[in-house]
């Protein structure tokens, strides 16, 4: 099955600086890639996806590569802020029903 | 406002107890899962179902059933069988087909004693 590395475990930036996290896949097949933010005691919420046909994609001040060929991917937050400090996670899917596969987070906190 | 409700937020049981987590979604999505999420491990994959009255396990299904007798709705029962069951549950959504976004619920979580 599917396994997905996430790193670091814990990323802590000053105010305004650049944050990236780094997450690897084991499947060739897996062709969807999401990242979720997660706030203390609350669910996980979409920030940003990508699809296996696309190599780069941004969202205002976030943005996700990925590498098909080494099987990684990464999350990358400019200008960051304190209330980007959360727990964030990257996730792959393989399958025709949306099962995935998730890493194991990472605790960004941004100091003010 | 449409979106994925757990129930209740937070559960206390005694070891040995049954304990049920509810799960109710109004987005008509067809498949539903259930995670649970221990510190510095990640989202693991507990149960999910794709269509009513239809369910498969996750990577980590022991100690645990779930139903889907109704597509609004996706209990878990964590049953005394589960060696560790102090975690946070959590469930989420999904339109079926492949490459689509996640919705997950507040969470339960739930502590044994």
């Known amino acids: 099955g599917e396994n997905v590395e996430q790193h670091p475990s814990t990323l802590s930036v000053q105010e305004g600086d650049s944050a990236v996290i780094k997450c690897t896949y084991s499947?060739?097949?897996?062709?969807?890639f999401p990242w979720y933010k997660q706030e203390l005691g609350k669910g996980p919420q979409l920030i940003i996806d990508?699809?296996?046909?696309?190599g780069e994609k941004k969202d205002q001040r976030i943005a996700v590569t990925l590498n098909k060929t080494a099987k990684h991917f990464s999350l990358h937050i400019t200008e960051t802020q304190p209330e980007d400090s959360a727990v964030y996670f990257c996730?792959?899917?393989?399958?025709?029903?949306?099962?995935?596969?998730f890493g194991q987070g990472t605790i960004l906190t941004v100091h003010p | 406002d449409g979106g994925i409700t757990q129930s209740p937020k937070y559960l206390f049981r005694k070891e040995g107890q049954n304990v049920t987590l509810s799960c109710e979604q109004n987005?008509?999505?067809?498949?539903m899962y259930w995670y649970r999420q221990d510190p510095g491990q990640g989202l693991r994959l507990i149960y999910y179902?794709?269509?009513?009255?239809?369910?498969q396990k996750g990577d980590i299904a022991e100690g645990y059933s779930v139903s889907r007798e109704k597509k609004e709705s996706f209990p878990l029962t964590v049953t005394s069988a589960q060696k560790n069951p102090t975690a946070f549950y959590l469930c989420?959504?999904?339109?079926?087909?492949?490459?689509?976004?996640?919705?997950f619920g507040q969470g339960t979580r739930l502590t044994v004693v």
């Open positions: 987005l008509n999505h067809d498949a």
């Open positions: 990508i699809r296996s046909n696309v």
């Open positions: 179902s794709q269509i009513v009255n239809d369910f």
């Open positions: 499947d060739s097949a897996s062709n969807y």
């Open positions: 996730a792959a899917s393989s399958t025709s029903y949306g099962k995935l596969t």
């Open positions: 989420a959504s999904s339109y079926q087909g492949a490459n689509t976004e996640a919705f």
